[in-house]
């Protein structure tokens, strides 16, 4: 992902790690440089994969600059490939 | 001593004489599927307990393999049901009619090939098709192609709609076709809206609490999270507390990774 560091993308995160602590510490870890939404921050009733009907992990969601979903699953080179597809410039 | 010789000739020779007098009641379809049940949970432990030793062996065996031992025998990946199922397929053959459903519906459990499974399910669909409990083989139709093939779930499915009168056969079988639509096609589409019409009356009518709930939700996730919907605001905090929004990157392609670190 490092050759899209100029373009108009973004990563973000939902991390469903029991703690922020420990979340904290993967992302240290493993050198992450993108932003997480803690997926069910302490006194929330529903987590926000439940909103989402996730039901496995790690699942993807790509969206377009107009935030609608492109791309659900749990591929990762075929989400790259979609996010590629939506930052090439049209022709 | 002379009396209790006596006694004990006398009570082994009533003893046969006794169990002649009251014979015992032969075993109704109910207990003999209590059995055979229980039979199934012995087999499973006795599997279990092997994998529990063999990993241990192999942890031996690794050890032994660095100074040119042999290498155990792998095991089974599931218990061998194979006598227990012949015993299964017994009892529905000696309970005949609505008592032979439950020894079926075991027996499709346990099978563990294409052929087995598809043995069972034809008893089903051409021997019991207007039992009230054949819910567990409703809740299969979804996966019939993966459980026998693809040709025999067409097969089945004929067969289903041709006897016309189950409902709940009728339900799920109207979910098993109208999945693969819901799931890859956008829900503003009409192939969508037309597989989503079509399923939810035969749903309706199979009055299934699991069915309804799992078409509903599936429904749901695709009118709410399918290709080209727009995806629902996120606001949250994140992992130091700080306050963000999804719709921060709008006007930016955005790769959401539902992750966590196990």
Same mark, same amino acid.
């Given at each position: 992902?490092?050759?899209?560091?100029?373009?108009? @993308?973004?990563?973000?995160?939902?991390?469903?790690?029991?703690?922020?602590?420990?979340?904290?510490?993967?992302?240290?870890?493993?050198?992450?440089?993108?932003?997480? @939404?803690?997926?069910?921050?302490?006194?929330?009733?529903?987590?926000?994969?439940?909103?989402?009907?996730?039901?496995?992990?790690?699942?993807?969601?790509?969206?377009?600059?107009?935030?609608?979903?492109?791309?659900?699953?749990?591929?990762?080179?075929?989400?790259?490939?979609?996010?590629?597809?939506?930052?090439?410039?049209?022709? | 001593?002379?009396?209790?010789?006596?006694?004990?000739?006398?009570?082994?020779?009533?003893?046969?004489?006794?169990?002649?007098?009251?014979?015992?009641?032969?075993?109704?379809?109910?207990?003999?599927?209590?059995?055979?049940?229980?039979?199934?949970?012995?087999?499973?432990?006795?599997?279990?307990?092997?994998?529990?030793?063999?990993?241990?062996?192999?942890?031996?065996?690794?050890?032994?393999?660095?100074?040119?031992?042999?290498?155990?025998?792998?095991?089974?990946?599931?218990?061998?049901?194979?006598?227990?199922?012949?015993?299964?397929?017994?009892?529905?053959?000696?309970?005949?009619?609505?008592?032979?459903?439950?020894?079926?519906?075991?027996?499709?459990?346990?099978?563990?090939?294409?052929?087995?499974?598809?043995?069972?399910?034809?008893?089903?669909?051409?021997?019991?098709?207007?039992?009230?409990?054949?819910?567990?083989?409703?809740?299969?139709?979804?996966?019939?192609?993966?459980?026998?093939?693809?040709?025999?779930?067409?097969?089945?499915?004929?067969?289903?709609?041709?006897?016309?009168?189950?409902?709940?056969?009728?339900?799920?079988?109207?979910?098993?076709?109208?999945?693969?639509?819901?799931?890859?096609?956008?829900?503003?589409?009409?192939?969508?809206?037309?597989?989503?019409?079509?399923?939810?009356?035969?749903?309706?009518?199979?009055?299934?609490?699991?069915?309804?709930?799992?078409?509903?939700?599936?429904?749901?996730?695709?009118?709410?999270?399918?290709?080209?919907?727009?995806?629902?605001?996120?606001?949250?905090?994140?992992?130091?507390?700080?306050?963000?929004?999804?719709?921060?990157?709008?006007?930016?392609?955005?790769?959401?990774?539902?992750?966590?670190?196990?």
């Amino acid at each position: 992902m490092e050759e899209l560091k100029d373009k108009p @993308f973004a990563m973000v995160g939902v991390n469903s790690d029991a703690t922020p602590e420990a979340a904290r510490q993967a992302v240290a870890a493993n050198s992450l440089n993108w932003r997480s @939404f803690q997926n069910k921050p302490e006194g929330q009733v529903r987590a926000i994969s439940e909103d989402w009907y996730i039901r496995g992990w790690p699942t993807i969601v790509v969206l377009d600059t107009e935030l609608k979903i492109r791309y659900r699953g749990h591929d990762g080179a075929e989400a790259t490939k979609v996010v590629k597809g939506l930052l090439e410039p049209e022709k | 001593m002379k009396r209790t010789t006596t006694w004990l000739a006398a009570a082994m020779f009533l003893l046969p004489l006794g169990a002649q007098g009251k014979p015992a009641p032969a075993e109704d379809a109910k207990t003999r599927l209590r059995n055979l049940q229980a039979e199934q949970k012995q087999i499973i432990s006795d599997w279990q307990k092997k994998a529990r030793d063999a990993a241990k062996a192999a942890e031996k065996a690794a050890e032994v393999a660095k100074k040119g031992g042999k290498p155990i025998p792998a095991l089974p990946m599931r218990p061998d049901f194979t006598e227990l199922r012949g015993k299964y397929l017994d009892a529905a053959k000696k309970y005949p009619g609505e008592s032979a459903v439950p020894f079926l519906l075991q027996a499709l459990g346990i099978g563990s090939t294409a052929e087995e499974r598809e043995e069972v399910v034809d008893l089903l669909l051409d021997e019991h098709a207007d039992s009230p409990r054949l819910h567990e083989l409703a809740e299969a139709l979804p996966y019939l192609d993966r459980m026998v093939s693809a040709a025999y779930a067409k097969r089945a499915f004929t067969k289903i709609e041709k006897h016309g009168k189950n409902v709940v056969l009728l339900g799920w079988l109207a979910f098993a076709r109208s999945e693969g639509t819901l799931r890859s096609e956008p829900a503003t589409s009409k192939a969508f809206q037309d597989a989503k019409a079509a399923a939810a009356v035969a749903i309706a009518q199979a009055e299934d609490k699991k069915l309804q709930a799992e078409f509903d939700a599936l429904v749901a996730e695709q009118e709410k999270f399918g290709l080209g919907m727009v995806a629902p605001e996120i606001s949250g905090a994140d992992l130091d507390g700080v306050a963000f929004k999804l719709s921060d990157y709008k006007g930016k392609v955005v790769f959401l990774d539902f992750w966590g670190d196990w």
